[in-house]
């Protein structure tokens, strides 16, 4: 996943949140997240984009993801991780 700028973080819940947006940072992909609200698990804001399941919204939130200042996102990111 490394290699990609976006990754698609897809959840198979509405409700719950696994690994696999975690997954996305520690590779230094801007996640494209569906699943429920990031920032009701203690995600900041702008660390991930939240798409609703339809291909229109995921469109429109990877040109979002794609259009930012990615290296500040990724100091975000890190600061994030690493911060207790």
Do not use: H
Not at 14 to 19: F, H, I, Q, S, V
Not at 39 to 62: K, N, R, Y
Not at 74 to 84: D, G, I, S
Request: hydrophobic residues 45%; negative net charge; contains cysteine.
């Amino acid at each position: 996943m490394a290699q990609y700028k976006v990754a698609l973080v897809i959840e198979n819940s509405r409700e719950l949140m696994t690994e696999k947006l975690f997954d996305a940072f520690f590779a230094g992909c801007v996640p494209v997240y569906v699943g429920p609200n990031p920032a009701d698990f203690g995600i900041p804001g702008g660390l991930a984009f939240q798409a609703s399941p339809d291909a229109v919204s995921v469109s429109v939130c990877i040109e979002k993801a794609l259009a930012i200042d990615y290296e500040r996102w990724r100091r975000e990111v890190a600061n994030f991780l690493t911060n207790p």
